[in-house]
């Protein structure tokens, strides 16, 4: 055979493109080497057209017998990862990969979650250890307790949380009682971001007039929060 007819052999065999998701994951979604083999010959077949090959065509391409491509396939099946579904116009029955994608991005939604727990346990760590630092000493059992309700029942970002806290040391009003109203106020006004929280706070800082300034130049003026 000369090779430009080779080449044109193996151009007309045509090209699987497997997705790099589902060979990094296939260990997650509880599949062995073989099984998944199984499944990239019958997503191959797919693409070529052929929606339900045979256990003998599978086989054919393998070094396993039709038997042991039949039992993954119902492994794969019992697993979720495969359907065998029936077209509605055809009436010919064909593989469903579908579930299989549904698993991926079950994973991905499942590892995004993860990401984000994980970054709001470390923003919580992080704002305890702020805290502690502008109050000089560690947070009382109360005080713990206040600072999770701010985050877990009134939905404070730790941001806002923190934004309050600068309000409280620039003011000189450093207590958790001062903290809390500022961001009860911030909540009704409905600021929910840093932002808009340094905004309110230079606003409310800006002193009346110029002679207020020249009377207390090296003086921090402050907004009482819990004259509101």
């Known amino acids: 055979m000369k090779e430009k007819e080779i080449?044109?052999?193996?151009?007309?065999?045509?090209?699987?493109?497997?997705?790099n998701v589902l060979l990094k994951n296939y260990r997650r979604l509880q599949l062995n080497e073989t099984e998944?083999?199984?499944?990239?010959?019958?997503?191959?077949?797919?693409?070529?057209?052929?929606s339900f090959p045979s256990f003998e065509d599978l086989s054919g391409l393998m070094t396993i017998s039709s038997s042991d491509c039949a039992a993954c396939v119902k492994k794969m099946i019992q697993k979720q990862v495969i359907t065998i579904e029936q077209g509605e116009q055809t009436g010919y029955e064909f593989y469903s990969l579908t579930p299989l994608w549904?698993?991926?991005?079950?994973?991905?939604?499942?590892?995004?979650r993860g990401e984000s727990l994980q970054q709001a346990m470390t923003e919580e760590k992080d704002l305890y250890s702020l805290f502690e630092e502008e109050f000089g000493r560690p947070l009382s059992a109360i005080e713990c307790e206040t600072l999770a309700l701010w985050i877990d029942q009134d939905q404070h970002d730790p941001a806002v949380i923190k934004?309050?806290?600068?309000?409280?040391?620039?003011?000189?009003?450093?207590?958790?009682?001062?903290?809390?109203r500022i961001l009860f106020e911030w909540k009704k006004q409905g600021i929910k971001t840093v932002e808009q929280a340094r905004e309110q706070g230079r606003k409310f800082r800006k002193p009346a007039n110029t002679e207020q300034v020249s009377r207390s130049e090296n003086a921090v003026p402050f907004y009482n929060w819990l004259e509101q």
């Open 7 to 19: 080449l044109i052999n193996w151009m007309e065999e045509g090209m699987t493109s497997i997705p």
């Open 36 to 50: 998944m083999m199984v499944l990239l010959h019958i997503y191959s077949f797919s693409q070529k057209g052929i």
């Open 102 to 112: 549904n698993k991926i991005a079950a994973l991905f939604e499942s590892d995004a």
């Open 163 to 180: 934004a309050a806290l600068r309000e409280a040391v620039l003011s000189m009003k450093l207590n958790f009682r001062y903290i809390d």
